[in-house]
């Protein structure tokens, strides 16, 4: 059986990207390109979820993530 989690990829200031599922906080993985960071947060998803399973923990469930950006004055000292 497989399950879907939401990643969120980020370009990393050192190159690469980092990537995250919102839904297993802590679940943190890094690639130098955006194919690496998806296949290496996949295995740590899955690792993430062997050690839940392990545990007997409740699996975590995915939830809709909404993204957008907001404007917001920049503070007097930096304009």
């Not at 370009?11 to 194919?35: K, M, N, W």
Request: net charge negative; with cysteine; charged share 25%.
């Amino acid at each position: 059986m497989r399950v879907r989690f939401v990643v969120i990829l980020t370009p990393d200031e050192e190159g690469g990207y980092v990537a995250e599922c919102p839904a297993i906080p802590g679940c943190i993985s890094e690639g130098e390109t955006l194919e690496q960071a998806i296949e290496n947060i996949r295995e740590a998803i899955a690792a993430c979820l062997e050690t839940i399973v392990s545990h007997g923990w409740e699996l975590p469930k995915e939830t809709d993530v909404l993204v957008t950006t907001v404007e917001v004055p920049l503070p007097a000292v930096v304009s």
